[in-house]
């Protein structure tokens, strides 16, 4: 059984703060991870992936990877309250991805 | 612009009556996904359709089936829903299986309530 886990959370930070989500993954073999933010009600869209280990920016996202450890995290910079989210990890699995059921981000004003 | 599109976006189906939901894509892409999302859960794959490709997950109840006639769209049948099915169904679609090169592109999701 292919498992991704994360914190349901919520994870709540103040507006300008920093928030930092994390997943971990069963299969030592994973090759892709994938953030995905889902609003309330709508459906899943992507943010960000990497393959490599180390960190990949893009603009106020930063995704880090660290196999060894098989966890993949997810950090916002300069929060909005639009941040405000389910964030959602997916791992590639052979041909499909599977996803963690989501932590929940609130950024309050 | 490029999308997938899945109809109709809320759906009420009575307990036990036959109901599909659809999806089309003009990206083009190879492959187009099926997922069931329930309330604060993680999206569970159902199927896949690889070009004509059919995969289907093991743990998929035989009573959701689905049908690829082209390239462009994509059907999900579920023939005698219960109340356990009531759900969003998420369509997506990748250029290649597992979503190399960027990750899957979602529809809008179809909110599917059994009465």
């Known amino acids: 059984q292919k498992e991704v886990e994360q914190n349901s959370g919520p994870l709540s930070v103040p507006e300008g703060a920093i928030a930092s989500l994390n997943c971990t993954y069963s299969d030592r073999g994973s090759q892709s991870f994938f953030w995905y933010r889902q609003y309330s009600g709508k459906s899943p869209e992507l943010i960000m992936f990497?393959?490599?280990?180390g960190d990949k920016e893009d603009g106020r996202f930063t995704a880090q990877l660290n196999k060894a450890s098989q966890y993949v995290s997810l950090l916002i910079r300069d929060s909005q309250p639009s941040d405000s989210a389910t964030y959602l990890c997916?791992?590639?699995?052979?041909?499909?991805?599977?996803f963690g059921a989501g932590t929940i981000l609130r950024v309050k004003s | 612009d490029a999308m997938v599109i899945q109809n109709p976006r809320y759906q009420v189906t009575q307990f036990g009556k036959p109901v599909t939901l659809s999806c089309s894509q003009t990206l083009n892409h190879n492959v187009m996904y099926w997922y069931q999302q329930k309330s604060s859960q993680a999206p569970k794959l159902l199927f896949h359709?690889?070009?004509?490709?059919f995969n289907n997950e093991a743990d998929t109840p035989d009573n959701f089936q689905s049908r690829r006639p082209n390239t462009s769209f994509c059907f999900l049948d579920i023939r005698s829903p219960g109340l356990g099915d009531a759900a969003m169904y998420l369509c997506?679609?990748?250029?290649?299986?597992?979503?190399w090169g960027g990750g899957y592109t979602f529809g809008s999701g179809t909110r599917l309530t059994v009465v």
């Open positions: 997506a679609t990748s250029r290649d299986p597992g979503g």
């Open positions: 997916a791992v590639k699995y052979g041909n499909k991805l599977v």
């Open positions: 990497i393959y490599s280990n």
């Open positions: 359709y690889y070009d004509k490709d």
